[in-house]
């Protein structure tokens, strides 16, 4: 048996009672993400997913997209 177990198990507890709000990371951080993983992708996976994005859409700016439907949906 793991030395940690409890550890995980305590974990994992907090995390079920904690509300899925407080885990929501924001427009501001999903957009940092996305940037981030841009600046990481190869040229060819670059142009397809500029290929399905609209034109001079950025993928920073489609991450955000469900955030922007949950809010209308909640209105």
């Given at each position: 048996?793991?030395?940690?177990?409890?550890?995980?198990?305590?974990?994992?507890?907090?995390?079920?009672?904690?509300?899925?709000?407080?885990?929501?990371?924001?427009?501001?951080?999903?957009?940092?993400?996305?940037?981030?993983?841009?600046?990481?992708?190869?040229?060819?996976?670059r142009?397809?997913?500029?290929?399905?994005?609209p034109?001079?859409?950025?993928?920073?700016?489609?991450?955000?997209?469900?955030?922007?439907?949950?809010?209308?949906?909640?209105?």
């Amino acid at each position: 048996m793991s030395k940690y177990r409890h550890v995980y198990i305590v974990t994992f507890a907090v995390l079920l009672i904690i509300p899925s709000s407080v885990l929501a990371w924001g427009v501001k951080v999903t957009r940092f993400v996305a940037l981030i993983a841009e600046a990481h992708l190869n040229a060819s996976t670059r142009d397809k997913i500029k290929a399905i994005l609209p034109k001079n859409d950025t993928l920073a700016k489609a991450s955000i997209w469900p955030d922007e439907v949950r809010k209308a949906l909640h209105r």
